[in-house]
């Protein structure tokens, strides 16, 4: 977390640079479209920080926003009705994401394995709901949790916020919070001081679940459709903003402060990029290339460290 | 129940997840598919399609030895593919354009087992990274457009037959014969199984580990690229994203073949059998006209139901 103070100089640095080799970097408009974008990618990897945190893994975040965002357009379209949309996307988040603390926690599926796995069923299964088509056309009271402004601020904006403060809160302020910490550092210590390392585990896979059901009414908000493998561009970023968030891959020490800064750091790197008229089709390559230089970075720091 | 599993023949006692699989959805498609599934022609294929899943699970069972993974080789036969596609019609010929496409995986494969084994990575966010990286490239300089028109080649590779063999089936069985004897015949094989089980121990014998731990990447890698290659050969085009997910496969055909995440334990033919498992499923819906993405389902929840089974096995062993 002492490292935080770097990260934000390097967003900053990286703004600054764009500000003055584009034109359309530094206004009102595209900054807010950022904050808004970089929303989403935060949503999905707040849960991931808490399950990393933990000493797990969940690869099926991205996956697991596709189904629960699909299954809630096809939940509405049937019922015509926002709360069962937003009970079918919070509910399937959830269940998803409780299958993983179950697979790993008591079944003892190692987690990239177990989360993998998942991964691809969540993804299989939104293709065979949607069965090739999109959905597509939402009431304003689902399209204003992505689109709407509170204040002059996204109202997807609050809802990082929120999130942001209530996790942090959860996390060092909540003795689950501290256990869960102490579970990902040392799980062994932690089950003989007598902490319910089962519980904690199966409790950050199912919040990491339940955010990738906000994530999906977020997205339904604001792209107003929904299609299967809709989430799939989402997976590599969100590693990478935890990565680069400073929380460790090992379990233990991180944050969601960092997390949140690691999404806008990536959020400003891919606008940049548009802005620059870089192609999409090159966001994966310089997502990928991002989190290697990161691992490689951090690798020598630890060399230097020893 | 020691002496009834004494008893069992070995690929139910040593990979019990790809042995019932096997026999189960082969009876079941036998019987369902009304003489479809057990035709010649479908045998060729699934024979075919099992090789390929081989040449990428082989190798992979060697880095689930060292207690990692690899998630790159999907991503990767992409990117292969297209330099082997772009290679030939450049005029690199054959020969060329195989060289370009294991020079690909070499390097992607450097770079995975350089921060895993040097880097200290762990190594799903490690290939991760490069699955991003090569996915990410193939897609960028292809477009997302499939290369073609670089000739028959490829083409007559993957249909040639050797004697009644096909050349995939040819391939994936030469390889195996090279692992089997790299596993079990070479200190390497021993020293791979260390990194897993006892990396302290094999440092305190003044073995280089890490170098050991970073070839089985490479090794992934390049097979990947080999695999690519034939790949190109079924429709005569290299396409960018053809391969996304054949690293899933070949995880589960590793776990079902009996080799453990966690203990430095595991057996290469039953790889052969989870690979086997895996063909046989995927063709048998093919065949049943099953929906591709209930297959993927389907393969997820194979894994998920020989995990818990294996899980409850080791359980049992251990009270």
Known sequence: MNALPARIGALLLLALALSLATEGFATATNLLNVLRQASLLFLVASGLTLVIIGGGLDLSVAANLTLSACTAALAFKATGSVAAAVATALGCGLAVGLLNGLLVAVVRVPAFLATYGTLWIASGAAYWLMAGRVVYGFPPALRGLGTGFVLGVPTPVWIMLAVAVAGGAFLFLSAAGREVFFTGANEEAARLSGIPVRRRRILVYGLSGLMCGVAALVYLGRVNAAEAGLGDPLLLPAVAAVLIGGTSLFGGAGGLAGTLVGALILTTVTNGLNLLDVGAAWHPFVTGTIILAALGADALLARRGA | ?319
Do not use: K
């Open chain 2, 1 to 319: 129940m020691p002496m009834a599993e004494r008893a069992l023949p070995a690929p139910f006692r040593r990979a019990p997840g790809a042995a019932v699989a096997l026999v189960v959805l082969v009876a079941i498609f036998a019987a369902s598919s009304g003489g479809r599934f057990l035709s010649v022609g479908n045998l060729v294929s699934l024979s075919s399609q099992v090789a390929l899943l081989l040449l990428v699970a082989l190798p992979m069972t060697f880095v689930v030895l060292t207690e990692g993974l690899d998630l790159s080789v999907g991503a990767l036969m992409g990117l292969a593919g297209v330099v082997a596609a772009t290679a030939m019609l450049g005029g690199w010929g054959v020969p060329g354009a195989l060289l370009a496409a294991l020079g690909t995986g070499l390097v992607l494969g450097a770079v995975n087992g350089a921060l895993i084994a040097w880097g200290g990575m762990p190594a799903f966010v490690v290939t991760l990274g490069t699955m991003g990286l090569a996915e990410g490239l193939a897609l960028a300089v292809t477009d997302g457009e499939p290369v073609s028109g670089f000739g028959d080649a490829p083409r007559l590779a993957w249909q040639a037959m050797i004697g009644p063999v096909p050349l995939p089936v040819a391939v994936a069985a030469a390889l195996y014969a090279l692992l089997h004897l790299l596993l079990y015949r070479t200190p390497f094989g021993a020293h791979v199984v260390a990194v897993g089980g006892n990396r302290e121990a094999l440092r305190l014998a003044g073995i280089r580990g890490r170098a050991v731990h970073a070839a089985v990447y490479v090794l992934s890698a390049s097979c990947a690229a080999l695999a690519a290659f034939l790949l190109v050969g079924r429709t005569n085009a290299a396409h960018p994203t053809v391969a996304l997910g054949v690293e899933f496969d070949a995880i589960v055909a590793v776990v079902l073949g009996g080799t453990s995440f966690e203990r430095g334990q595991g057996w290469l033919f039953g790889t052969v059998l989870g690979a086997a498992a895996i063909g046989v499923l995927r063709n048998g819906l093919n065949v049943l006209a099953v929906d591709p993405s209930l297959q993927v389902v389907a393969v997820g929840l194979l894994a998920i139901l020989a995990l818990v089974a294996g899980n409850r096995r080791g359980g049992r062993a251990r009270t």
